[in-house]
């Protein structure tokens, strides 16, 4: 009965002592990053050709370089669309440009001594302090909004600038997609910072608003710097010589938490940061809009190239 006894308390003992022991012990915590279950990243995209092929560009890089299950949503919609599937965790990461954070779900205004990196840290800091997510690297290009018109009829009206062209517009007829009218940083305030009076204005989608163009329908467009449509038709990008438009360098933006539990994530998304420029870019564009490549094709083709991936 005592040897009972005696191992009943010898067990108790122990068992108290492991139950108690101090911080010097190992942790079984694993560090962010470490030992955790692989997860189901879902990459989520705008619906114009520029965010198709960063969607892909994005996904592959991350299907080739991490063991995370990949797959992607591209179109789903506006910036708000992404921030609301991204706090709803129907996607887990999305690229956005600076500007349009900055300016468009920040309500900030851009002041004269603003720079690229000002609004981009700007932006990654409001984003972390309101909605918890964070921008990663910005990639070195920006995709500006611009005014655009055939070549021959800016220099028969002899514009260059956004300047050159106020005293035209009340002949000229403008064409836009219907979120650039709603936009903050978009025509009402370019309106008022130039003093734009177009004759009329149409609403469009970016895809057939080239067309539009070069048949006349409209006079100006509202389209992208990045645009690979502008070099193959011969198209004029006008100065927007008052700075009216802020810097818009896409980067990728997730969850603040999500990166701490899979840091490898941004480190691989951070890979692309100095691999495209606008000339680049905009040579990918014409891939998928001009020669009517897949922008899965374009991103795998650009990566290999760029000795991302295999």
Not at 8 to 34: D, H, K, M, R, W
Not at 267 to 273: K, R, S, Y
Request: aromatic content about 10%.
């Amino acid at each position: 009965m005592k040897k009972i006894v005696l191992a009943v308390l010898i067990f108790a003992g122990t068992l108290l002592s492991a139950c108690g022991s101090s911080g010097n012990q190992p942790s079984n915590e694993a560090a962010p990053g470490e030992n955790v279950q692989p997860a189901r990243i879902t990459v989520g995209g705008k619906p114009f050709t520029e965010q198709l092929i960063l969607v892909q560009l994005m996904a592959q890089l991350l299907d080739a370089k991490t063991g995370h299950t990949i797959s992607t949503a591209e179109g789903l919609g506006s910036s708000n669309v992404l921030m609301q599937a991204l706090k709803d965790d129907d996607i887990q990461v999305y690229a956005d440009y600076t500007g349009t954070g900055y300016i468009n779900i920040l309500k900030n205004e851009l002041k004269p001594d603003d720079t690229p990196e000002t609004v981009y840290e700007k932006a990654k800091q409001g984003y972390e302090e309101q909605f918890g997510f964070t921008w990663l690297n910005p990639i070195k290009y920006s995709n500006t909004f611009t005014l655009i018109m055939k070549r021959e009829k800016a220099d028969a009206l002899g514009v260059k600038t956004f300047s050159d062209l106020v005293r035209h517009a009340p002949n000229l007829v403008l064409g836009s997609d219907a979120q650039f009218f709603e936009r903050g940083d978009g025509y009402k305030g370019m309106a008022e910072k130039y003093g734009f009076e177009f004759k009329g204005r149409k609403e469009m989608d970016i895809g057939i608003a080239y067309q539009a163009l070069t048949e006349g329908q409209i006079d100006v467009l509202v389209g992208y710097s990045t645009d690979g449509r502008i070099p193959a038709l011969e198209l004029q990008i006008l100065e927007d010589d008052k700075g009216y438009f802020p810097p818009y360098y896409p980067a990728p933006i997730l969850k603040m938490e999500f990166l701490k539990k899979y840091p490898e994530v941004g480190e691989t998304l951070n890979l692309l940061a100095d691999k495209l420029d606008e000339t680049t870019m905009a040579e990918l564009n014409a891939k998928v809009d001009v020669k009517k490549e897949e922008p899965k094709d374009v991103a795998a083709n650009f990566l290999k190239q760029a000795g991302l991936i295999e």
